[in-house]
């Protein structure tokens, strides 16, 4: 089937750096997000957000659902305006301008860049504790170059590839609702996952923000809309739709595991509580499924996180703000940027090693700034350039972006005076670059082209 997609005519097509392919419909669309946000994540903070929250895992995803619902408003909205690829470079491109726009880009680059390599490294490194007479480099360099090979032969492979990975790891998890049922704790009621006499209001809200990034599938979902059908309709129904499916299920992991280990892990062993809470639950049985369930997840979010990147470099390509030749062109065979999916493998070859903890540390910079240029580029559109002034448009275009804005600028509370410090240094290399490309800021950033 996939051999008989990749060989069709091209004759609808135009020649390299034309259009993309428009092939991911609605149910796509979503597979693609929830591939990219990883279900499986739900364990990598597990201990730690108990931990924190006193065990109260469920409420807190209940609070970062709620806030994360806001600025996925925001990107639906700016998902029926703009329909080119490029997330929130396009977005904010559109609301604050070419200067504003390229920034953001800068900023999110680093975020898409850097999430393949992190997943390459916790592949490495999972595989590497089960079979430890292979070292954990040579799993992470297996794992990228199959991502690559997939991401470079097309979209219609890596659509199909990302709804195997997902309905895996949905396997994985009936399996757990099945073990977890049988293993519930008498003791335990149905609301104490979510409020109990020892509540505490700002530890689950300081759990909260450490869940935020779980939800970065829609702005992944945002960076395919030139390779969507019908993209005004299918990219906000589906942020909206990842972001509701994605939250709801991790609230449901999460009482679910706290009905049948209501126990806290602290300290020390709260990194791998996951796994001693699997293995209360379900013995080696469990933990071993969980394990397979994990990497494959990690291979789904490498390779939905490697094509979002290529599309937003090769957006910036386009737009002259890289080098056109290497990042704004299209494979003429395969109809994909090769160019730029190359550039973003040689990058994350650095896997093998690169520290876990840096590199997550980063991913939190980039994502937190599309999400706060995107909530405000929604109030500069709509209200300011558009001059909507019905009290309905000051609610979904003044309001709610407006609370997404804030809750995003307070959960840069949560990131460390190093992660900042590095998140601007990397943003003022981006500044010089974009005073040599504009000669100083005599000349205008090129425009996007917006292809419909």
């Known amino acids: 089937m996939l051999i008989s997609h990749l060989n069709e005519p091209m ?12 092939s991911m419909g609605l149910p796509t669309l979503v597979f693609f997000g929830l591939s990219y946000m990883v279900p499986m994540t739900v364990f990598t903070t597990y201990g730690i957000v108990n931990d924190i929250t006193g065990g109260f895992l469920a409420s807190a995803y209940l ?12 990107y639906a909205f700016m998902g029926r305006r703009v329909d080119s690829a490029g997330s929130a470079y396009a ?24 999430l393949p390599m992190l997943n390459y490294l916790l592949i490495g490194l999972y595989l590497a504790e089960q079979f430890p007479a292979i070292p954990a480099w040579a799993f992470s360099l297996t794992a990228l170059v199959l ?12 659509k199909s590839a990302n709804m195997v990975l997902v309905l895996l790891q949905v396997i994985f998890f009936m399996i757990f609702f099945v073990f977890a ?90 990194d791998v509580a996951a796994i001693s809470v699997l293995a209360h639950i379900g013995g080696n049985l469990l933990t071993a499924l969980f394990l397979a369930a994990y990497v494959t997840g990690a291979l789904g979010s490498a390779l939905a996180s490697q094509a979002s990147v290529s599309r937003i470099l090769y957006a910036m390509g386009r737009d002259r703000v890289l080098p056109e030749k290497l990042f704004g062109t299209i494979s003429r ?10 550039v973003v493998a040689l990058i994350s070859t650095s896997a093998v090693f690169a520290d876990v903890d840096f590199v997550a540390s980063i991913v939190s910079f980039g994502a937190l700034t599309a999400f706060s240029m995107v909530n405000l580029s929604v109030i500069s559109v709509f209200l300011i350039q558009d001059r909507r002034r019905s009290m309905g448009a000051i609610i979904c275009y003044g309001v709610i ?5 804030f809750l995003t600028a307070w959960l840069w509370t949560s990131l460390t005076g190093n992660t900042v410090l590095l998140g601007l240094a990397w943003i003022a290399v981006g500044f010089i670059q974009l005073m040599w490309h504009t000669r100083m800021f005599t000349r205008p950033v090129p425009r996007m082209h917006l292809e419909n």
């Open 11 to 22: 004759s609808d097509h135009r020649e390299a750096g034309g259009s993309l392919r428009r």
């Open 333 to 342: 065979r395969f109809r994909t940027p090769v160019g730029a999916i190359l």
């Open 91 to 114: 977005y904010t491109r559109e609301g604050l301008g070419g200067g504003v726009g390229f920034l953001t880009g800068w900023a999110v680059m680093i975020d898409y860049v850097l």
């Open 181 to 270: 049922v049988r293993a519930f704790d008498p003791a335990a009621g149905p609301l104490d996952p979510f409020i109990r006499s020892d509540f505490n209001l700002t530890a689950v809200a300081a759990g909260a923000a450490v869940l935020c990034l779980s939800f970065l599938g829609f702005d992944a979902i945002s960076t395919m809309a030139e390779e969507a059908r019908a993209p005004k309709q299918s990219i906000p129904r589906a942020v909206i739709l990842t972001t509701v499916i994605g939250g709801v299920f991790f609230v449901a992991v999460s009482w679910f595991a706290y009905m049948a280990h209501p126990a806290v892990i602290t300290g020390g062993e709260a």
């Open 147 to 158: 991502v690559t090979v997939l991401n470079i032969v097309g979209i219609l492979v890596v």
């Open 401 to 405: 972006p407006l609370i997404g804005f």
């Open 63 to 74: 609070i970062t659902l709620a806030a994360m619902l806001f600025t996925a408003c925001s």
